[in-house]
């Protein structure tokens, strides 16, 4: 049973940093897309950074330049640094996977529709004080 599983949530002043973790059990494909997904109280969920298994990145608009997504192959471990947080970054963060065919494309994984993504973990809460 494919499970992930988030943490490195907290609470943090604007300019400072956290480091999301999402650990990946059962999750053994060598074709997919893993990402991370945020909402923030009564809004819609918001797609941040996704990567593929070809380590291609995708970055929200709002978060280049200050948000890297990045993957420990050997812990199956997917992982957000997040640098100067501003208070707008406030959400409960999701790590996402979808396994793709070994033939499919992973130009799917620049999507940041929700649905795209079928495997989702609990969630982390950040929040970011002015």
Not at 41 to 51: F, L, S
Request: neutral net charge; charged residues 15%.
């Amino acid at each position: 049973q494919v499970q992930l599983v988030e943490s490195g949530g907290g609470s943090v002043q604007a300019g400072g940093s956290l480091r999301l973790s999402c650990v990946a059990s059962g999750f053994t494909y060598s074709n997919y897309c893993m990402g991370w997904f945020r909402q923030a109280p009564g809004k819609e969920y918001e797609g941040v950074a996704t990567r593929d298994s070809a380590s291609n990145t995708h970055y929200a608009d709002s978060v280049k330049g200050r948000f890297t997504v990045s993957k420990d192959n050997a812990k199956n471990t997917l992982y957000l640094q997040m640098n100067s947080l501003q208070p707008e970054d406030t959400a409960m963060y999701y790590c996402v996977a979808v396994a793709l065919a070994w033939w499919a494309s992973r130009s799917q994984c620049s999507s940041f529709t929700p649905h795209t993504y079928p495997i989702w973990g609990q969630g982390t809460q950040v929040t970011v004080s002015s």
